[in-house]
């Protein structure tokens, strides 16, 4: 438990006191957000705003992790594990594209960043690199950090994609909620407040499954057999108290923006996460939120494609009741309500699941 707090206050302490040496860094190069100009007045006054602040919940996620593990190096059995590695492996590999993605937008002034084809193949190479390793490491038990099982609260054992199956969901997944988790970031302070309710449901989620592991004395019909549970712990623990941090200085009114270098690391940590917990279909209820704002984009498309109406003023949805007269403060306070609601649901459905396996 105690490389657990060290790990989320690192990454607390590392995201607060480092961000506005990041702000003025990032103002005097000149490297402020550009606005679109179909977004109304309140978000042009938000021009030239320092952006890629990102980088930072990245620096402070993995500098947590590791000294949680250098505080209990004495410990067996307590180093870094292949399930942590990877989880960092894809938030730092997708912080990488998005750094480019916001190089494109800052330096070559291009607004839209990388094209769809570019991000697309690079989400797919970190994805399939994920996938693969995530099959191939075993520990003493036999256990790999992920199986090629569909999962809700667990692996449902009848729904078995085989190994090239486990990677082409892996980078459905992946992609899926790095770009849901991108398109959240469109108001101060949006992206990272829901992210670290989602953070915080996975530290519970990861502790429980450790405390009730299959193997341990006490376990019992509802174990869970997940490797490295524990460690998944840290880094999510790392990267809440780094959205905290980091949320301190992006509140209305921001004084720096994510940018995509944060929010695509952030979806794919909830995707790696989702993954080696076994709870893939249940991180849909968890990050309800980003899948809504997903969904409504894809509708929007969908639907002026198809029928040449648009359901939205605007897509995702945020800008929708922005453009309907809604303030930001309001926007904002009610969509972390609903993030809070579906991070309730989706720990209610998790803690339910495992009780009835005590009524059975």
Same mark, same amino acid.
């Given at each position: 438990m105690k490389s657990v707090l060290i790990a989320a206050l690192v990454g607390l302490a590392v995201s607060i006191l480092c961000t506005p040496i990041a702000i003025t860094m990032f103002r005097k190069r000149g490297l402020g957000q550009e606005i679109r100009g179909v977004l109304g007045e309140s978000h042009q006054a938000k021009r030239g705003t320092p952006t890629m602040g990102g980088m930072v919940i990245v620096i402070a996620t993995v500098l947590g992790y590791f000294v949680a593990h250098l505080v209990v190096a004495n410990q067996p059995g307590r180093g870094p594990t292949a399930s942590g590695l990877l989880a960092l492996f894809l938030l730092v590999g997708l912080a990488f594209i998005g750094f480019m993605d916001d190089f494109v937008k800052l330096f070559l002034k291009r607004n839209l960043g990388l094209n769809k084809t570019q991000k697309i193949v690079g989400q797919t190479v970190i994805a399939v690199v994920f996938g693969i390793l995530a099959l191939r490491f075993r520990n003493h038990a036999g256990l790999t950090p992920a199986t090629t099982h569909l999962s809700f609260v667990r692996d449902i054992s009848v729904i078995s994609l085989g190994s090239i199956g486990f990677v082409v969901l892996a980078f459905f997944i992946i992609s899926g909620f790095s770009n849901a988790v991108n398109l959240t970031d469109g108001l101060d302070g949006l992206c990272a407040g829901s992210?670290?309710? =989602?953070?915080? !449901?996975?530290?519970?989620?990861?502790?429980?499954?450790? #405390?009730? !592991?299959?193997?341990?004395?006490?376990?019992?019909?509802?174990?869970?057999? =997940? #490797?490295?549970?524990?460690?998944?712990?840290?880094?999510?623990?790392?990267?809440?108290?780094?959205?905290?941090?980091?949320?301190?200085?992006? !509140?209305?009114? !921001?004084?720096?923006?994510?940018?995509d270098v944060g929010a695509l690391p952030l979806g794919g940590l909830f995707a790696g996460l989702g993954i080696m917990t076994h709870t893939e279909l249940l991180l849909v209820i968890i990050a309800g939120l980003s899948v809504a704002e997903l969904l409504s984009d894809v509708i929007q498309i969908g639907a002026f494609k198809l029928y040449g109406k648009r359901p939205f003023k605007m897509a995702p949805f945020h800008h929708h009741f922005e453009f309907i007269g809604w303030a930001e403060a309001t926007i904002l306070t009610r969509f972390w309500i609903l993030s809070g609601i579906t991070v309730a649901i989706g720990l209610g459905i998790f803690y339910g699941e495992f009780i009835s396996h005590g009524l059975n």
């Open positions: 992210s670290a309710m =989602v953070l915080g !449901a996975y530290v519970i989620i990861t502790f429980y499954q450790f #405390r009730n !592991a299959c193997g341990m004395p006490a376990a019992g019909a509802g174990c869970y057999q =997940v #490797r490295d549970p524990l460690d998944l712990t840290l880094v999510a623990a790392a990267a809440l108290g780094a959205c905290f941090g980091f949320l301190w200085w992006n !509140a209305n009114p !921001a004084k720096i923006f994510m940018g």
